[in-house]
């Protein structure tokens, strides 16, 4: 299993979702930072949640595909048996 192969067992819309949340918020964060100084260095913390949200971006890209094309072959085999 590689780093990229998604797991069947997941469901990565939820945590590509939960990841980008936390990018924004880091985000957000971040660019309150530039305003004020009462939340100096809180975007630090949920920083990591970005590199997170680009992988899980990257295996629901790939998750996606292989249920298209399961769907697809599942299609196919429904309908030979139809005939």
């Known amino acids: 299993m590689g780093l ?4 069947p067992s997941i469901n990565y819309n ?3 979702g939960v990841y980008a949340f ?9 660019v309150l930072q530039q305003y004020t100084d009462a ?3 809180f975007y630090i913390v949920l920083a990591p949640f970005i590199p ?3 992988w899980s971006w990257l295996v629901r890209q790939r998750w996606l595909q292989e249920r298209h094309e ?4 599942q299609a196919k085999t429904e309908s030979k048996k139809d005939q």
């Open 4 to 7: 990229l192969t998604p797991s």
């Open 14 to 16: 939820f945590v590509a």
């Open 22 to 30: 936390c990018a924004v918020l880091s985000v957000f964060l971040w």
């Open 39 to 41: 939340v100096e260095g």
């Open 52 to 54: 997170c949200f680009v």
């Open 70 to 73: 399961a769907g697809k072959e």
